[in-house]
């Protein structure tokens, strides 16, 4: 059984940073493909970051430049840095975790495992 926790969510006024991270329960970081997700009220969960099979990460166009996908495979940790936050950030986000030969990058199509997800809220 893999489970996943993120942390780091909160509340931030426009421009300001957060920090997301995802614990993983075991040493599967390093062999799966990870990936952060969110999902406002009212609309689909959409892809965030990701890592490409290859290692190549990949970012939706809203994040592009303020957002920074890492993982540390020694601590089994996957983690988002957010910066220069907008309204539009607002959302739950979510980890997850799919067998790289499975996932569909950009996508949450292939993702086995999820985490709860945490609360991000950007004032204006």
């Known amino acids: 059984q893999v489970q996943l926790v993120e942390s780091g969510g909160g509340s931030v006024q426009a421009g300001g940073s957060l920090r997301l991270s995802c614990a993983v329960s075991?040493?599967?970081?390093?062999?799966?493909?990870m990936g952060w997700f969110r999902q406002a009220p009212g609309k689909e969960r959409e892809g965030v970051a990701s890592?490409?099979?290859?290692?190549?990460?990949i970012y939706a166009d809203s994040v592009k430049g303020r957002f920074t996908i890492s993982q540390d495979n020694n601590k089994n940790t996957l983690y988002l840095q957010m910066n220069s936050l907008k309204p539009e950030d607002t959302a739950v986000y979510y980890c997850?975790?799919?067998?790289?030969?499975?996932?569909?990058?950009?996508?949450?199509?292939?993702?086995?495992?999820w985490g709860q997800g945490t609360q991000v809220t950007v004032s204006s």
């Open positions: 890592f490409h099979r290859d290692g190549t990460a």
């Open positions: 997850a975790a799919g067998f790289p030969w499975t996932v569909v990058a950009g996508t949450t199509i292939g993702y086995n495992y």
């Open positions: 075991r040493s599967i970081i390093s062999s799966y493909s």
